[in-house]
């Protein structure tokens, strides 16, 4: 066996090696690419934190608090609330099939 074929070899696996590397960083920097865009496309479930309250623009407490912000959870009794939730989800879902 000539000896350039053994250092070929050798170079050949070294590349192979390297390459391997290198497409595995890639593709840790690719998850980590959408990762990123996912929470850059959050906005949508954000928007989902504001008071179901009609009108109102204040964030919520999230689902802990029925998603209520605090002033309505103050001023609304907790059938109010519920009501204003459910009529805040009839008019979401009216959206989301349209
Ligand atoms: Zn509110």
Redesign the pocket.
């Known amino acids: 066996m000539p000896r350039n074929d053994l250092l070929e070899q050798l170079a050949e696996r070294f590349v192979s090696t390297v390459v391997a590397k290198l497409n595995g960083s890639l593709q840790a920097n690719g998850l980590k690419g959408r990762r990123g865009v996912a929470k850059k496309s959050a906005p949508a479930f954000s928007r989902n934190m504001v008071?179901?309250?009609e009108g109102?623009r204040?964030k919520?407490g999230g689902p802990r608090w029925g998603y209520?912000?605090e002033?309505?959870r103050k001023k609304l009794s907790k059938p109010e609330q519920r009501r204003a939730r459910e009529k805040w989800n009839k008019t979401h879902e009216a959206v989301k099939s349209a």
């Open positions: 008071c179901r309250v109102c204040n919520s209520i912000c002033e309505h």
